[in-house]
C-alpha cells in the first residue's frame, strides 16, 4: 500500500495525474465527473492516511489539507460529504461500538449525508423516508413511499457513495416517534452496482458544484439490521422498546458542524478571490487620475479599492470569528458529552445567524471582486465564476439561509422575553438586558462605540419584532400566526445580531492578540478591523440613527475616516493578500498568479480551447458556407 507522508501542498500538486491537460471547462459532464473521481481517488488515498494519524474526532476542526483539493479538483470534490457529514454524523451520533463496527473499514467506504428529499429539504419533521422495525427480523425496513420522499441532492449519492447516513421517519409498533439517522449501505464493494431495493442515480447539471455528483435513492422495502440506527442519542432495544433521546434536537448535531465550519471556509473562499481581483488591480493599467499623466493602476481608483478592501477585511474577520465559533461549538460538544444541553440553543442560534451571514457575504463579495475585474472577470479562466457558484450553493445548503435566520430569531425572541423578565442571559446576547439604560447613551466614533451601537440595534429591532407578535396575538392571530405576520422584521433582528457579532468579535479577537504581534502587524490588521467596522456602520447608518444617539456629523466623520483607512490600506493591499498564502496551483486563476502575467497566461490558456485546435471549424462547410453561397449577390 502506497504510504505518504503526512501531505504538504507540495508533495500533493507535485503528483502527475492530478493535473489537467485540458481545462474542466472544455470537459463534458460525464467526462468532468470522471475526471474528478481520477483525481478524488489519489487525494481520497492521502487524506485516508493523513485522518488514520489524526483519529477523526466528532469536534475536531478539520485539517485544511482539503483546501489543497481545492486546486487539484477546481471544483467540489466528490469525495467531500464523505468526510463533512458521513464520518461526523457516525462520530456525533453513534456509540462507540457501533463506531467501530461501521468504521471498521476506515476508509475502505464511502460515504454520504441523505437527508433531503424531492419534497422536503427544510421541514425536518415533514420528511416522508421511513424506517419500520421488524421485530421477527430484528431489521428496519426502509422505504420511499412517494416519489417526494425520494432523497434528492446528496452529494456523492449519484455514483461515488457505497455508504451512507440516512434519515427516516421512524416506526416502531405503529407509532412514529420522527426522524432519526441509519447508516446504510447502497453499493456493493466489489462491483459498486445499486444493491437489490434502491433506486440511484445523480440529479442532473446545476449552476456550479458540477463534480459533486449529488444525486436521487429510492427504498422499496430495503432492509438493515435494527443496529444500524444510530444510538447514541435514542435506541430502539430488540424487543422494540424505544429510548428516547434526551433532546430530540441532537439529531440535528451533523448541521451544526457543518454551519459553524462554514465560516472558516467562506474565509478562505473569500481569500481566493480578494487575492485574484487585487493582483489584477495591481497588474491592469486603465485610464489616468492626472490628465498629464500615465494610465494608473486600476487599484489606484478609490472606489476600487472601496470594492475590494473590503473583501480582505471581510476574510479575516470570518476567519477569527470561525476560530470563535469554533472554540463554542468544541466547548458547547463537550459539556454535551458531559450531558449539559444548557448552551445548544446558544451554539444553534450563533451558527444558523453567522453560517447565513458568512455565506450571503461570500457570494455577493466575490461577485463584487469579478465585477472589478472587467471582462476577463468572465472568463472562466479567471476562476472567480466557479468561486461565485460554489460558494453561492453554501446559501442554501445546510440550512438554507431565510429559515436559519428565523431559527436565530426564535432565539433572540425568547432571549428578550427573559431579558424583560429581568433573567440573566448568556453573553451573546446579554446587551439585550442593558437596552434601556444604554439606549440614549452618548455616541462614540469609535471601533466600540460602533459596535455597542450595532447592539442597540439588535435591542431596538428585536423590542420591534415582539411588540409586533404581541400586536398581532392581540388582534385574534395565533402565536404562529403572528410570527408569520412578523417574519419580514425577525429576518432583520437576526441579519442585525449577526452583523453586530461578526464586528464584535472581529475587533476585540484582533485588539487581544496586537499586543503579541509586530506593531506594523498590528497596525494593519487593526486598520482592516476598523475598516470592516465602519464599511458596515455606514452601510447601516439607518438603523443607527433610529436606535441610536449617532448625529450627520458623526456619520460625516466616520465617512472621512473610511476614506482614510482605504489609503492607509493601499500600500499593503498586495501584500495583504499575498499572505493569505494561496498558491498559483490552488487559485487556479489566469488574473490572480503571483508573477502577475496576466495577459501571457491568459493567451496561453485561451489557445488551450479545443475550438483553436483548428483555423477553421467543420461547421463552416457543414452549414454556414452553404448559406453564405446562396445569398451571396
Ligand atoms: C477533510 C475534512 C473536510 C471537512 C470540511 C467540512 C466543510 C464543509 C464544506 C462544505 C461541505 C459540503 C457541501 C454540501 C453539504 C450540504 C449538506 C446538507 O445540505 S445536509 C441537509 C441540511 N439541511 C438542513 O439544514 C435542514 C434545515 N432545517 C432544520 O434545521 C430544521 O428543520 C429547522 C430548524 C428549520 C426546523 O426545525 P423543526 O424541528 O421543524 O422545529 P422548530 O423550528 O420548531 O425547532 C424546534 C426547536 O429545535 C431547535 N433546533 C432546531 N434545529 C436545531 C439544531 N440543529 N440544533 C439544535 N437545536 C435545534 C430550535 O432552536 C427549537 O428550539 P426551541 O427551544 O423550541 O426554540
Ligand atoms: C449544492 C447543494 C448541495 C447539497 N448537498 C446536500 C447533501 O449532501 N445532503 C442533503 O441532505 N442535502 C443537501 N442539499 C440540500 C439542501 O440541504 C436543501 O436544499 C436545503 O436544506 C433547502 O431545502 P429545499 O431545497 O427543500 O428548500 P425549501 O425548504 O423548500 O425552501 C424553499 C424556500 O422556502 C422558504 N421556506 C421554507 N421553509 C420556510 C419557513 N419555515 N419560513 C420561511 N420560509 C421558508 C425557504 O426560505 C426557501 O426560500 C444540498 C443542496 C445544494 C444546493
Redesign the pocket.
Known sequence: MKCYPVPRENLVLSIDNLKDDIPEEYLSHKECYENVIRKGSVLYDIFSELSKDRKHKAHQAPSNAYRISDGIMQNVNPFL?HFA?FVPAITNQATPEQQAEFLKHGFGIIG?????ELG????LRGLETTATLDLETDEFVLNSPTLTSY?W?????GHTANHCVV?AQLYVKGKCHGPHLFFVQIRDIETHEPLPGLKLGEIGA?M??NT?D?GFLGFHNFRIPRNNMLMKNSQVLKDGTYVESKNEKLTYGSMVFVRVYLLSDMAYMLARAATISVRYSAVRHQSHIKPDEPEVQILDFVIQQHKLFISIATSHAFKICGLWLWQTYSKVMEDIGKGSMDRLPELHALSCCLKTTSTRDAGWLIEQCRLACGGHGYLMSSNLPSLYTTAT?AI????????LL?QTARYLIKSWKRAMEGESLPATVSFLSEYFNKRYNKWENTPKGIVDGLKLVVAGVTKMCAESIQKHVSRGQQYEEAW?SS?VQLIKASEAYSRALLCEVFWFEVDKVSSTLSNNLAVVLKQLAELYITYWALEKRGDLLVYTTISKDDLDKLQERYEELLALIRPNAVGLVDSFDIRDEILCSTLGAYDGRVYERMMEHALKSPLNAETVNQSFHKYMKPVILKHKI
Not at 422536503?120 to 421541514?123: Q, V
Open positions: 460529504l457529514l454520504t449525508y441523505a437527508q433531503t422536503h429539504g427544510t421541514f432523497k441532492w446528496p452529494g456523492g449519492l434519515m446545476k456550479g458544484f459533486a449529488n450553493a442554501t445548503y445546510e440550512g438554507e439561509s431565510t429559515v428565523l408569520n417574519s
